[in-house]
């Protein structure tokens, strides 16, 4: 086929673990990292004559995640029974929802390269309980099976094939991220599978209306592997019809230490999952009052947020987006303005500057930050009063950081404060000029660049603590002599 | 509606039911006649009925977040004592990858 441009087409089904304490349709507990089966109670077993009961918290933050995205929520909810046989999945199906999911069609907006923003249709989002887990290590030929995840409560959150690059699915996959955390539905937390990624990915002759044949990666569960993972697939779908071979659709892995996907042998052979309404579950009846009730309930989501920084604060919008991408991060951002009363692109750049540094450098979150809000905030008062320059500021800054107290603490015992007596520092700057006759003659001569080196030697005598614009306005006064 | 000898053997198959051979055609005349009967329901004029998801006209309850049913370590040892085999906390199961 003489194909000369191939359109990409991705559609993501995002997995959420919902933040609840107890399981989906038992009292088990959901906490993370018990000791096998410790979690696993007699619902989640399958054991004969159980019945599933479900979780309200659970619906609430469904449908949470639904007014949100600016969804339908649907008043009367039908849980189905979805058919396989796997080991991990004890009573022979999955209780998920097929007919009538809480949440219908909805969107949200991504943020592309050079401020470019795009929607993002969302066809669903469905509750459903987890299946357990597999350990395939020897068991004296055997697998081991822990239930502690069997039951757990996850939002299944469908999009549209409206993601056209490996970027896009990325960029998709972090705004449903930020947006479960912002609205607390659930910790996100990838390493330990709260937040994984299916992409079906299929390619088409550029213009050409009809898919091409998907094929399905299972289980990212990392920005950068969703964006690995497409690529690779890509890449592969492209060079096997262009040589003549057709894709399969089929599920696939991603194996991120070889960066490429294998094919992974399927559960059933057929995908035959004989969807059925639970008969041990009624219609979940949702009514106007308990929808305005979770409404009201709605933090000021991202996008909002970033609009009131630009608007109100004077931020750029890289900046607004930078400090919005968390919520305890613009939370931190916000209570250090507050506090501080100063420019807010002042504290913009001391939080996405020197804060963000030092918490990456010691991989520690803005929430459990050593220099509190406060805290900061009043050492970028001494900044914006002119008692310290923002030089010295960051040695403040660190050694607030080590714990040596509040910033006027340690200001006032090391003697910090800028040298602000001018018949002082005039004194100064006129000794300092009288000791490199030889470089004073050559500026007057016109090597202007030597002003650097008499500001670096006035700086240096003292130790950072004049005020910079003042060096330089009395510098040039006594330098033309 | 007809079922055919290789829907039966699809069906078994997909629930891991073993059956005999010889049983596949009376399988297929039972399932058949279920069918029919059910079939027969199309012939009630439900125009003006709102379709429903369960026989109850009631919806579900709601249970409040609780944990109150963790077996913890007396209870999943309770449980494993009928399981054919266990393992360091773990039910053992047939290898299922290769």
């Known amino acids: 086929m003489a194909v000369t441009a191939w359109e990409v087409v991705i559609g993501c089904e995002i997995h959420v673990q919902l933040a609840t304490q107890s399981k989906i349709f038992s009292g088990a507990a959901t906490a993370f990292g018990a000791a096998p089966n410790t979690q696993a109670c007699a619902v989640d077993l399958g054991l004969p004559g159980v019945l599933p009961v479900l979780n309200g918290e659970a619906v609430r933050l469904a449908v949470k995640f639904g007014l949100a995205i600016d969804?339908?929520?649907?008043?009367?909810?039908?849980?189905?029974?979805?058919?396989?046989?796997?080991?991990?999945?004890?009573k022979g199906y999955q209780i998920s929802q097929l007919e009538r999911p809480i949440v219908g069609a909805g969107h949200v907006d991504i943020l592309l390269e050079e401020g470019v923003r795009k929607r993002i249709g969302i066809t669903r989002a469905h509750l459903e309980e987890d299946a357990g887990k597999s350990l395939h290590e020897d068991f004296h030929g055997m697998?081991?099976?822990?239930?502690?995840?069997?039951?757990?409560?996850?939002?299944?959150?469908v999009s549209e094939p409206d993601l056209r690059s490996a970027a896009e699915a990325a960029a998709y996959m972090r705004k449903i991220h930020q947006l479960v955390r912002y609205l607390g539905i659930s910790d996100g937390n990838m390493q330990e599978g709260?937040?994984?990624?299916?992409?079906?990915?299929?390619?088409?002759?550029l213009g050409q209306a009809e898919l091409g044949t998907r094929a399905e990666i299972k289980n990212i569960n990392s920005f950068r592997f969703?964006?690995?993972?497409?690529?690779?697939?890509?890449?592969?779908q492209i060079a096997l019809l262009e040589s003549g071979g057709r894709v399969v659709q089929e599920t696939r892995l991603y194996d991120p230490d070889r960066g490429e996907t294998r094919s992974m042998r399927s559960k059933e052979e057929a995908n035959d999952y004989r969807y059925f309404p639970d008969p041990d579950l009624l219609p979940l009846a949702i009514d106007a009052n308990f929808i305005e009730a979770v409404r009201a309930t709605l933090p000021e989501l991202p996008e909002a947020r970033c609009q009131r920084f630009i608007q109100e604060l004077g931020l750029l919008e890289y900046d607004a987006n930078t400090l919005t991408a968390s919520r305890p991060l613009a939370d931190y951002f916000e209570a250090v303005c507050a506090a501080a009363k100063c420019d807010a692109k002042l504290c913009a750049n001391w939080v996405m500057?020197?804060?963000s540094a030092a918490l990456n450098r010691d991989a520690i979150s803005v929430e459990s930050s050593p220099v509190s809000a406060e805290a900061l905030a009043e050492l970028l008062r001494r900044i914006a009063d002119h008692t310290i320059s923002g030089?010295?500021?960051?040695?403040?800054?660190?050694?607030m950081w080590q714990g040596e107290g509040r910033a006027d603490a340690i200001i006032a015992d090391r003697g910090l404060q800028q040298i602000t007596d001018n018949s002082a520092l005039e004194a100064m700057i006129a000794t300092t000029i009288d000791a490199y006759p030889q470089q004073r003659d050559e500026y007057r001569a016109g090597k202007e660049k030597l002003f650097g080196f008499f500001v670096g030697q006035v700086m240096k005598q003292t130790k950072g603590q004049a005020n910079p614009a003042l060096v330089n306005e009395i510098l040039t006064i006594k330098l033309k002599g | 509606m007809s079922l055919q000898s290789r829907d039966v053997e699809y069906i078994a198959?997909?629930?891991r039911l073993a059956i005999d051979a010889s049983e596949v055609p009376q399988y297929a005349q039972s399932l058949s006649s279920i069918?029919?009967?059910?079939?027969?329901?199309?012939?009630?004029?439900?125009?003006t009925i709102a379709p429903m998801s369960h026989p109850l006209a009631m919806a579900q309850r709601l249970r409040p977040d609780l944990v109150d049913a963790n077996p913890g370590e007396t209870g999943r040892d309770q449980f494993q004592a009928h399981a054919p085999q266990v393992s360091d906390g773990l039910y053992l199961v047939p290898r299922v990858v290769e």
């Open chain 1, 71 to 90: 969804a339908h929520i649907e008043p009367h909810a039908v849980f189905a029974r979805k058919n396989y046989f796997y080991p991990d999945l004890p």
């Open chain 2, 13 to 15: 198959h997909l629930a």
């Open chain 1, 226 to 236: 969703v964006e690995q993972a497409v690529n690779y697939e890509v890449e592969r």
């Open chain 1, 143 to 157: 697998t081991g099976i822990d239930l502690n995840r069997a039951g757990t409560p996850l939002l299944e959150i």
């Open chain 1, 391 to 399: 030089k010295i500021a960051k040695q403040v800054f660190d050694l």
């Open chain 1, 353 to 355: 500057g020197t804060l």
């Open chain 2, 35 to 47: 069918l029919d009967l059910v079939d027969s329901l199309n012939s009630v004029n439900t125009e």
């Open chain 1, 194 to 205: 709260s937040f994984r990624c299916d992409a079906n990915v299929s390619v088409r002759p």
